[in-house]
C-alpha cells in the first residue's frame, strides 16, 4: 500500500512537472511569435517602403526637383520611426552604392586619427592659439581613460565609506556611554541645572559684566591690575612672590651645584688612589686608617660606651655581611686566575687555600650560647650522651677548618685551643698579616674598615691553627692560675670522666701532647715586628673581651663532652699552656681577666640537661597522643577552685520531681560507660556514613561453579562496584564530638546555586556579598551610600535622548578642564625664563 | 566630621607669615581640575572614597603643597584624621581576595567596587566607634586584698545611691525556690516560684507589673519578645500570660516543659520537656515549628547560643547536643562530662560554652571548632551557670554565687566576686546593660552588684532599656517586619552566604542531560587529519596521547618542582642552621 501510495505520489508529481513544463513552453511560446512576429511586421514595413521608393523612382524620372522631393519624402518618412537611423549605421555588408551620409571604416585606414581630423588647425588662422595648444597636448597625451567600475564595485565603495563615516560618527559617543556604564549613580534627565540656591562663589565667577558701567569699572580694575576673581593677591604681589621664591630657586642651585663639585671632586680622588699599585702604599694607609679608627673607638669606649657597642655591633653585621656574599668561593676573577697559575706557583696556590680557609671559616656558625639548646637536641636523639665516641664531638666543633688528616693528628686537647683560641684574639702574627694583606687588597676595597680588621683577626686565626703543626711554641709553662679559672668547670666534669674513661682516648692524647712539646723545643724564633702590632691589638682586648667570653663559654662546654680528653690534664692538675713571645707572656694576666669570667655559664650540668630532654619527650608523646584518646580528653587534670566561703546548705537535686526509679538509677551510674556509648555511638555513624561496596560476581558464570569454588580473583575484582569515599568526616580528629554529616536543605533554597554573571569562581562571588549593607550593621551615611539607586529620574521631568551638543560640551569640558589644571605648572618656568 | 577634601587645599598664593585661610573656593577650583566623577552632592565622604589613585595623586599634591610654603610652616594633620590599626580589626569583615586576571574587565570593576564599599564601610564604623562613649570597670582590691572577699553591702555603700539600690533582696520564702527572667532591654525581671507564684517586675523602680498564683507548679519562665506577654511552663501545659496577668493562651500541644528559652530574632519559644522532646513554637504566628524527639531522657538543661539561634542541651550521660529546628538530629553531639550535665551556657559572640556536670567540673569549649579550652574543678560543682554581656561567668554551688572573670583566656584559681544567698541558688542570670547579677533561690531573689558585666553601650535600636510606649511600639512593627525564619537557623550563620555547591551540581547535572552535552565541559582533542598516510591510527592515537591529561600534567609538574625546591630550601636551611658537621663532612671541599 505505502508503495503504491508513493508511487502515485511520484506520478503526480511527473504530472506537476509535466505541466509545469508545458506552460512554460506555452508561455514562451506565446512571447517568441509575438517578437517574430513584430520582426516580421518591421520587415513587412521596410519592404514596403523599398517598394513604395521604387515606384516613385520609376515615376518620377523626368525632374530633379521631383528628386529632391522624393529625397525629402524619404526623410520625412525615416523621421517617423527612431530606430531606422541606428539600422543604417548598423549595416555592414560591403556595398558599392556608397551612402553619403555614414561614415564607413571599411572605407580609409583602421581607426580615425586625431591628426586626420586637426591635420590642418595649424594652418588655418581662425582657431586661436590656445585650443590649438590644447589639441597639441591632447594628441601628445597617449593615456586612456580607464573603464567604468562596475555597478556593484561602485555601490561597494559607496557602502563602505558611508560606513566608516557613520562609525566614526557612533564612536564619538562611546566614551560618555562607557561613563554613564561605569558610574555609579545617573540622575536623568542629565545635566539638570541644580534647583536650589546656588554657591555665591559660583554665582560671582559666572557674572560677566554687562551694563557700560559695569564694564567701565572692570577695565579701571584691570588696568590697575587689580584682582577680579581672587581677591586675596594683587598680580604685582604674586609676582614678588615669584620672584622671592625664584631667588631660593637660585641659592639652592648654587648649593647643589657645589656639592655635586665635591663630590665630583672626591670621587676623582679615590680613583686615583685606587689606582695606584704600590702594595706599600696601601699598607701604609691601611695602617694608618686602622689606627685612626682604634684611637677613635678608643676614646668612644671611653666617651661613649653605647656608641662602643654600636660599634662593636657593627663590626659583627660586617662578618655576617661577609658570611652572606659569595666572595671567598674562589669564583670571583681574581680567583680564577690564581687556579689558572696554581699548577706552576706555589704561591698561587698558597693564597687560593688561603681564601677557602676563609670562607670555611666565615661559613662556620659563630658559636653562641644558641649551641646549648642544639646539645640539648642532640642529646635528646642520641640519648646518653656518654657513649657518643669523643671523635665525633671533635669533628663537631671543628674550629680548625684544614683537614685534621692532613695536619697529622686527629686530637687536640681542648685547654689547648682554648688557649690558642685566646692568644688569637690578641696575638698577631706580622708575617701572616703580609699575605692576608695582599687578597684583602684586591677584593675588599669597597669594605669597611671594621669588616677588614675583623676579617684579618679571623684570618691570623685559622692561620695559626694550620700552621701549628710546623711552627710550634718556645716555652710551655705550667699555668696555675689558668687552672683554677677553669678548674670550677673541671671538678663538675671530673665526677663523669670517672665514670666512663676511654684509655685509648687519652692514650693517644697523650702522645700528641709529646710531640707538641718536642717540636717546641726545636724552634725557637721571636719575631721583632710582632711587638709593635701587639702592642696595637692589646688595646683591642678590651672590646674582644666579650667576644672571646661567648667563645670561651662555648669551649668550655664542649670540654664537657670531650672529658676523656679534659681527663689527662685534670689528673695532672695543670693546664697547657703555649706561649711563644714574651710579649704573650705579659698578656697572660688579660687572658685570666676573660678566663675568670668563663665557668659561670658552663655549669649547665648534663644531668639537668637530660632531665629536660625526657620532659621533651614526654611533652611530645602527649602532643602526639593527644588528638586520639579520649578518656585523655576528659580526664585532663584540672584547675581546683578555691572558694572562699564554705557551703552551708547541701545542693539538693529535685527529689520531689516525679522522677521513676530507673531513671534515678540510670542517672547515677551514668558515668560508668558514658565514653564507652558515646564512642560506640560515633562509630555507628561512621558506619552509616560509609560507602558499601557492592559485589556483582555471580558464582559459577563463565567459570566452573560448586562446592568449594570461588570466583576468581579477577573476576570478582571486575565485578566490585566501589563507590568513591566521601569527602572526611568533620569530628574526623575530634574523639569527643559527633557532628552530623546531613545536609541541611532548608538553607539550599535562601543560597545562590548558580554563579551570577560576572563571576568565574564562588570565591569571588562570596567575597563581594560577605558583608552586610543593613542599618543594623553600618553607618547610615555608609547605607545611604551602598544602597544607592542605580539610576535617579525625576518626577515629571522629560528625558530626552542626548543631544550632539551636549556631546561636544562635554570634550570641551575635559579639555579646558585639564588645561586649567595643568596651566599652574607651566606658565611659571615661562615666567623665569622671561626674567632671565 | 572633617572632610578629607578639606585637608588638600590647593592654594596658589601663599602668604608670607601666615598659611593663608582655607577658601572653600579653592577646593571648588581643584574639583574642577580634577573633573570629579562624584555627581551626588555629598562630597565628604564621596572624595574619601574616590578610587585609590586619585587619592594617591592627592596625596601626592598635598605633598607638593607643603613643600611650597616658603614660612616653612605646614599642616600638622595632613588628610583625614588616622584610625587605629586595633579599631579597624574590630570592623573587618573579610579578607580581600585575589583580583582576575586582566582580561575580565567587568568582573574586576565589580570586586573593585564591592571592596571599595566593604573598606568604606569598616572605616566609617571603626571612626564612628569613637561615639560609644561609655567604659565598663571592674572591682579592684586593694593590696592583699581578694576581690571576692568584698561584701555586696561594701560595694553597695561605695557606689552611689541609684547603683546601690540595684543590690537588694526579696524575701519570698512561701512559694519555694524561684526562676527568673529578665527581658532583653533589662527592665523588666520575671520571678516564677516553684509553687505557683509569678511576679512581674520593674525591678529598677521596683514597680510591681503583676502578681499571680497559677496554684500548679512552675518549672521555667521566659519572657517572649516584649515586656508584654511572658509563658510560664506549668506542671502540664505551658501557659502564655500578659503584663497583668491574664492567662493568653494554654498550648496544649506543649506538655511537660521544664526549660525554655526565646530566640528573640526568630520569634521562637524553644521548650524542652521531660519526656524528652524538643519543640519549637513560632510566637508571632502561634504555630509549632518543630518537634523533635531527643530520646535522651529528661531534659532539664538547656541555653541558646545567641550567636546563631542553636539551642543546647545537657544531657544525663554526659553529652551536650546542639539543635536547630531544621533538622530531626542533633547538628553536634559533645561528650562533655563523665557525670550528667548539670548546666550550660554560651557567651554572647558564640565563642565560648561553659558547662558544668555531675563530676564537679567547670568546662570551657570553643564551640566553634568544638575544642575543649579550659578545665576547671569546683569542690561544690556548679548548679547553675550564666554569661554576661562582658564575658563574666557566675557560678552557682550551693547557696554560694560566684563570679569569674576571663574563664577562657587565662587560668583562674579565684572567684572574681563571691555571695552567699540564703538559700540554694535555683536561677541566675545577668541583667542586660547592668551590672546586676539575678539570683533566684529558696527564699526569694537577690540582686547582687557585679562591676563590670554588663555592656555600657546599648543598641538604641535593637534593645534599648530607656524607651518608650512609642518607641517600642515602633520597634515591635520593625522586628517583626525583621523577623528571620526558623528554616535560617544553622551552625555556622555564614553558610547563608555561601554558594550552595551540592545544587549547583545537581542543576548542572540536570542541564546536561536536558541538553545532551556539557556546556561547560573542555573541548575534546580531535587530531587534524594529515595526508600521505600520516594520520594511520597508530599515529593518530600517538598525537591524542601527546595531548592527554596536560592541564593535569602541568599541576602535577608544578607540584613536583615546588616539593623539590621546598626540599632544597629545607636542607639548606637546616645545614645553615645547625652549622654541624657530621664526621665525614671532613672530606668534602
Not at chain 1, 511569435?33 to 516580421?40: A, E, L, N
Request: proline fraction near 4%; charged fraction near 30%.
Amino acid at each position: 500500500m505505502i508503495d503504491m501510495a508513493k508511487v502515485s505520489k511520484k506520478n503526480m508529481k511527473k504530472e506537476t512537472i509535466v505541466k509545469k513544463s508545458r506552460g512554460m513552453t506555452e508561455s514562451s511560446a506565446a512571447t517568441e511569435p509575438r517578437v517574430v512576429y513584430d520582426d516580421g511586421d518591421d520587415e513587412e514595413e521596410h519592404l514596403n517602403e523599398e517598394n513604395l521608393s521604387s515606384e516613385e523612382e520609376q515615376e518620377g524620372e523626368d525632374g530633379a526637383s521631383d528628386e529632391r522631393k522624393r529625397q525629402k519624402l524619404l526623410e520625412a518618412i525615416s523621421a517617423l520611426g527612431g530606430k531606422r537611423k541606428n539600422k543604417l549605421g548598423e549595416r555592414s555588408e560591403a556595398a558599392v552604392h556608397m551612402s553619403e551620409f555614414t561614415v564607413n571604416a571599411d572605407g580609409g585606414g583602421d581607426k580615425v586619427d586625431l591628426s586626420d581630423l586637426i591635420g590642418n588647425i595649424d594652418k588655418t588662422q581662425a582657431v586661436p592659439n590656445k585650443t590649438k595648444n590644447q589639441l597639441k597636448t591632447l594628441q601628445q597625451n597617449e593615456k586612456t581613460i580607464e573603464t567604468p567600475l562596475s555597478k556593484q564595485e561602485s555601490e561597494r565603495i559607496q557602502r563602505n565609506v558611508a560606513f566608516h563615516k557613520v562609525a566614526t560618527e557612533v564612536t564619538q559617543w562611546k566614551g560618555i556611554i562607557q561613563q554613564n556604564q561605569k558610574a555609579e549613580q545617573l540622575i536623568f534627565p542629565l545635566n539638570q541645572e541644580p534647583s536650589g540656591p546656588r554657591a555665591m562663589e559660583t554665582v560671582v565667577t559666572c557674572w560677566k559684566a554687562q551694563t557700560p558701567l559695569e564694564q567701565e569699572i572692570f577695565s579701571l580694575l584691570s588696568a590697575n591690575k587689580q584682582p577680579i576673581h581672587n581677591p586675596i593677591l594683587t598680580p604685582v604681589e604674586e609676582a614678588t612672590l615669584k620672584a622671592m621664591s625664584f631667588e631660593e630657586a637660585k641659592v639652592r642651585r648654587a648649593e647643589l651645584q657645589k656639592a655635586r663639585a665635591l663630590q665630583s671632586y672626591y670621587e676623582a680622588k679615590s680613583r686615583r688612589e685606587r689606582k695606584i699599585k704600590s702594595k706599600k702604599y696601601h699598607k701604609v694607609l691601611n695602617k694608618a686608617k686602622r689606627k685612626d679608627f682604634l684611637k677613635q673607638f678608643e676614646t668612644m669606649v671611653k666617651t661613649d660606651p653605647a656608641a662602643a657597642l654600636e660599634e662593636l655591633n657593627k663590626m659583627e653585621l660586617a662578618r655576617m655581611k661577609e658570611r652572606m656574599s659569595l666572595k671567598h668561593q674562589n669564583s670571583g676573577k681574581w680567583a680564577k686566575s690564581k687556579a689558572i697559575m696554581a699548577k706552576y706557583d706555589e704561591g698561587a696556590r698558597k693564597a687560593m687555600q688561603q681564601q677557602l680557609e676563609v670562607n670555611k671559616d666565615l661559613t662556620q656558625k659563630l658559636v653562641t650560647s644558641l649551641n646549648n639548646d642544639q646539645e640539648e637536641e642532640e642529646e635528646e636523639e642520641g640519648g646518653n650522651p656518654e657513649v657518643i665516641p669523643e671523635f665525633v664531638n671533635d669533628a663537631e666543633q671543628g674550629v680548625d677548618s684544614s683537614n685534621p688528616w692532613m695536619r697529622g693528628k686527629l686530637f687536640e686537647s681542648p685547654t689547648e685551643r682554648e688557649v690558642s683560641d685566646t692568644v688569637d684574639f690578641t696575638e698577631e702574627g706580622p708575617g701572616i698579616m703580609v699575605n692576608t694583606a695582599e687578597e684583602e687588597e684586591d677584593d675588599d676595597e669597597e669594605g669597611t674598615e671594621e669588616e677588614r680588621l675583623l676579617r684579618e683577626f679571623d684570618h691570623r686565626r685559622r692561620l695559626r691553627q694550620a700552621e701549628e703543626a710546623d711552627i710550634v711554641a718556645v716555652i710551655t709553662v705550667e699555668h696555675e692560675e689558668e687552672n683554677k679559672a677553669a678548674g670550677a668547670c673541671v671538678s663538675v666534669l671530673e665526677e663523669e670522666e670517672e665514670e666512663n674513661k676511654a684509655a685509648a682516648a687519652c692514650v693517644s692524647v697523650l702522645e700528641e701532647d709529646e710531640e707538641e712539646n718536642k717540636a717546641a723545643a726545636a724552634c725557637v724564633s721571636v719575631l721583632e715586628e710582632e711587638e709593635e702590632e701587639e702592642e696595637e691589638l692589646s688595646k683591642f682586648k678590651s672590646v674582644f673581651q666579650g667576644i672571646a667570653n661567648t667563645h670561651l663559654d662555648a669551649e668550655v662546654e664542649k670540654a664537657e663532652e670531650t672529658a676523656d680528653t679534659n681527663h689527662v690534664d685534670t689528673h695532672l692538675e695543670e693546664g697547657l699552656m703555649r706561649i711563644r713571645t714574651l710579649e704573650d707572656v705579659a698578656l697572660l694576666s688579660q687572658m685570666e681577666s676573660v678566663a675568670d669570667q668563663t665557668p659561670v655559664q658552663p655549669l649547665t650540668s648534663p644531668t639537668t640537661e637530660n632531665m629536660l630532654s625526657t620532659t621533651k619527650m614526654v611533652g611530645k608523646n602527649s602532643k602526639r597522643k593527644r588528638g586520639i584518646e579520649l578518656k585523655q580528653v576528659l580526664t585532663k587534670e584540672s584547675k581546683v577552685i578555691q572558694v572562699p566561703l564554705a557551703l552551708t546548705v547541701e545542693d539538693k537535686e529535685d527529689s520531689d520531681e516525679m522522677l521513676d526509679q530507673r531513671g534515678l538509677i540510670k542517672e547515677a551510674f551514668a558515668g560508668d560507660n558514658v565514653i564507652s556509648d558515646f564512642l560506640k555511638d560515633k562509630r555507628k555513624q561512621e558506619d552509616v556514613g560509609k560507602p558499601k561496596v557492592v559485589d556483582l560476581t555471580l558464582p559459577g558464570w563463565g567459570e566452573w561453579g560448586g562446592m568449594g569454588h570461588k570466583p576468581s580473583r579477577n573476576k570478582r575484582r571486575k565485578f566490585r562496584i566501589r563507590t568513591v569515599p566521601r569527602p572526611p568526616r568533620k569530628d574526623q580528629h575530634l574523639p569527643s564530638v559527633i557532628i552530623s554529616e546531613k545536609r541541611n536543605s532548608s538553607i539550599s533554597l535562601h543560597q545562590v546555586n548558580s554563579l551570577p554573571s560576572p563571576f568565574v569562581n564562588h570565591t569571588q562571588f562570596e567575597s563581594t556579598i560577605r558583608s552586610p549593607i543593613g542599618r543594623m550593621w553600618n553607618t547610615e551615611q555608609t547605607v545611604n551610600k551602598i544602597t544607592n539607586p542605580k539610576v535617579v529620574t525625576q518626577m515629571g521631568a522629560i528625558i530626552e535622548p542626548m543631544a550632539k551638543e551636549e556631546l561636544m560640551k562635554n570634550k570641551k569640558q575635559v579639555s579646558t578642564g585639564n588645561s586649567s589644571g595643568v596651566e599652574p605648572i607651566k606658565t611659571k618656568p615661562m615666567k623665569h625664563t622671561k626674567k632671565k | 566630621m572633617a572632610s578629607p577634601g578639606k585637608a588638600n587645599v590647593k592654594s596658589p598664593h601663599v602668604g608670607k607669615k601666615k598659611k593663608p585661610p582655607a577658601r572653600y573656593w579653592d577646593k571648588l577650583q581643584q574639583e574642577e581640575g580634577n573633573n570629579d566623577e562624584n555627581k551626588d552632592g555629598k562630597d565628604g565622604g564621596k572624595a574619601q572614597h574616590a578610587p585609590r589613585r586619585t587619592q594617591k595623586r592627592k596625596l601626592e599634591e598635598t605633598r607638593r603643597d607643603r613643600n611650597k610654603f616658603i614660612s616653612g610652616k605646614s599642616d600638622p594633620f595632613p588628610g583625614p584624621a588616622p584610625i587605629p590599626e586595633e579599631r579597624l580589626q574590630k570592623f573587618k569583615r573579610k579578607d580581600k581576595i585575589k583580583k582576575p586576571r586582566k582580561g575580565q574587565r567587568t568582573l574586576r570593576a565589580t570586586i573593585a567596587h564591592s571592596e571599595q564599599t566593604c573598606e568604606m564601610a569598616k572605616k566609617q564604623a571603626a571612626r564612628f566607634d569613637l561615639l560609644l562613649p561609655e567604659d565598663a570597670g571592674f572591682l579592684e582590691g586593694d593590696k592583699d586584698e581578694d576581690t571576692c572577699t568584698i561584701s555586696q553591702d561594701d560595694i553597695a555603700d561605695a557606689v552611689d545611691i541609684t547603683s546601690g539600690a540595684k543590690y537588694f533582696n526579696l524575701k519570698l520564702s512561701q512559694f519555694g525556690p524561684y526562676r527568673l527572667d529578665y527581658n532583653k532591654t533589662g527592665r523588666h525581671l520575671l520571678l516564677g516560684g516553684r509553687r505557683g507564684h509569678v511576679a512581674c517586675i520593674d525591678w529598677q523602680s521596683k514597680q510591681l507589673m503583676c502578681e499571680i498564683n497559677v496554684m500548679e507548679s512552675i518549672s521555667d519562665v521566659k519572657w517572649l519578645h516584649s515586656e508584654e506577654m511572658y509563658a510560664v511552663a506549668q506542671k502540664k501545659w505551658l501557659y502564655i500570660y500578659d503584663s497583668k496577668g491574664i492567662e493568653l493562651h494554654c498550648i496544649r500541644k506543649f506538655n511537660d516543659v521544664l526549660r525554655m528559652q526565646f530566640l528573640p530574632y526568630h520569634f521562637l519559644l524553644a521548650t524542652a520537656s521531660s519526656t524528652s522532646f524538643l519543640q519549637y513554637l513560632d510566637v508571632s504566628v502561634g504555630k509549632e515549628v518543630a518537634a523533635y524527639c531527643t530520646k535522651t531522657g529528661r531534659l532539664d538543661v538547656m541555653c541558646q547560643n545567641p550567636h546563631n539561634a542553636v539551642i543546647h542541651l545537657g544531657h544525663s550521660n554526659g553529652t551536650v547536643t546542639l539543635w536547630s529546628p531544621n533538622q530531626k538530629e542533633a547538628l553536634v553531639k559533645m561528650l562533655c562530662h563523665q557525670g550528667g550535665v548539670r548546666s550550660v551556657t554560651v557567651d554572647k559572640t558564640g565563642t565560648y560554652m561553659v558547662t558544668s556536670g555531675m563530676d564537679k567540673k567547670l568546662k570551657v569549649y570553643d564551640i566553634r571548632a568544638f575544642k575543649p579550652l579550659k578545665s576547671y574543678f569546683l569542690p561544690a560543682g556548679a548548679s547553675c551557670l550564666s554569661l554576661s554581656h562582658r564575658g563574666l561567668l557566675s557560678a552557682a554551688t550551693g547557696d554560694i554565687v560566684q563570679v569569674y572573670r576571663d574563664v577562657w583566656s587565662c587560668p583562674v584559681t579565684k572567684p572574681y566576686m563571691a555571695h552567699r544567698v540564703r538559700g540554694t541558688a535555683w536561677g541566675l542570670q545577668f541583667c542586660p546593660f547592668e551590672d546586676v547579677l539575678g539570683v533566684g533561690h529558696g527564699d526569694g531573689f537577690t540582686s547582687m552588684l557585679v562591676p563590670g558585666a554588663g555592656e555600657p553601650n546599648f543598641d538604641g535600636l535593637d534593645a534599648n532599656p530607656y524607651r518608650s510606649v512609642k518607641q517600642k511600639r515602633e520597634w515591635e512593627v520593625k522586628a517583626l517586619l525583621e523577623k528571620i525564619q526558623p528554616e535560617l537557623i544553622t551552625l555556622d550563620p555564614s553558610e547563608l552566604g555561601k554558594v550552595d555547591y551540592a545544587t549547583f551540581e545537581q542543576r548542572h547535572q540536570d542541564r546536561v542531560k536536558a541538553l545532551g552535552f556539557d556546556p561547560l565541559a573542555k573541548e575534546k582533542f580531535v587530531p587534524k587529519h594529515k595526508k600521505k598516510g600520516r594520520s594511520s591510527a597508530g599515529n593518530i592515537e600517538k598525537r591524542k596521547k601527546q595531548v592527554a591529561h596536560e592541564d593535569q600534567r602541568d599541576i602535577i609538574k608544578q607540584s613536583v618542582e615546588d616539593k623539590l625546591r621546598k626540599k632544597d630550601t629545607g636542607k639548606e636551611a637546616a645545614s645553615s642552621l645547625s652549622g654541624q658537621k657530621s664526621a665525614l663532612d671532613r672530606f668534602k671541599k
